[in-house]
């Protein structure tokens, strides 16, 4: 299908011409049909069944923005560094740190049977990982395998419940009145 681009967006990216090639993707899950827009137009490189699935992970995509941005820098709006190199420094820390965490709960789910990492506590977990660290200060070389191992095992106690299915349909929410109204009395019948 082709859609038309507007004049804003040609001038936020010059290049873009007026019109793009997008490809609809109808999928039925669970009973309901879901359409997914991409660009992405070459059904034998990127196919449809393919698509919708990667698509229906996005949610965990959004999760570990979450867990970087909560979990891993404490809820702080802003990163310390003043200099741009030293930024692009402690953005790469932060990833290295979450991809550790990552690591570990892979780990940790291998010794679980019938759980993927996803189904870990990503606080919990984090946490674990930097106590082990503190840990590994102190231990001699030869012990550090083995106090690994024990991380590894440790998964049980990181295990989320499962995951309820949505019971509502995402909506748009209604905007509150700019001036709030006075609850109607209620009148009685005498």
């Not at 965490?101 to 759980?115: F, N, S, T």
């Not at 030869?142 to 295990?159: A, F, N």
């Not at 349909?169 to 609850?183: F, G, M, N, S």
Request: contains cysteine.
């Amino acid at each position: 299908m082709k859609l038309k681009t507007s004049p804003q967006a040609r001038k936020k990216w010059p290049g873009l011409e007026d019109e793009m090639t997008a490809r609809l993707l109808s999928v039925t899950r669970k009973g309901k049909v879901c359409h997914l827009l991409t660009s992405m137009t070459d059904a034998m490189r990127y196919p449809g069944g393919e698509m919708a699935d990667l698509y229906s992970h996005r949610w965990e995509i959004e999760l570990g923005y979450r867990e970087i941005k909560q979990t891993m820098q404490l809820s702080r709006l802003t990163l310390r560094s003043k200099k741009p190199e030293l930024v692009e420094q402690e953005l790469w820390g932060v990833l290295l740190a979450y991809n550790l965490v990552r690591y570990q709960m892979i780990k940790m789910a291998g010794h679980l049977k019938g759980y993927w990492p996803n189904q870990l506590s990503f606080s919990e977990s984090c946490g674990m990982v930097m106590r082990m660290l503190m840990t590994l200060q102190g231990a001699s070389p030869g012990r550090i395998p083995e106090l690994m191992r024990d991380l590894e095992s440790m998964g049980q106690l990181v295990k989320l419940p499962t995951r309820r299915e949505r019971a509502f349909p995402r909506v748009v929410k209604e905007r509150p009145w700019r001036y709030p109204t006075a609850p109607k009395k209620s009148q009685s019948v005498a």
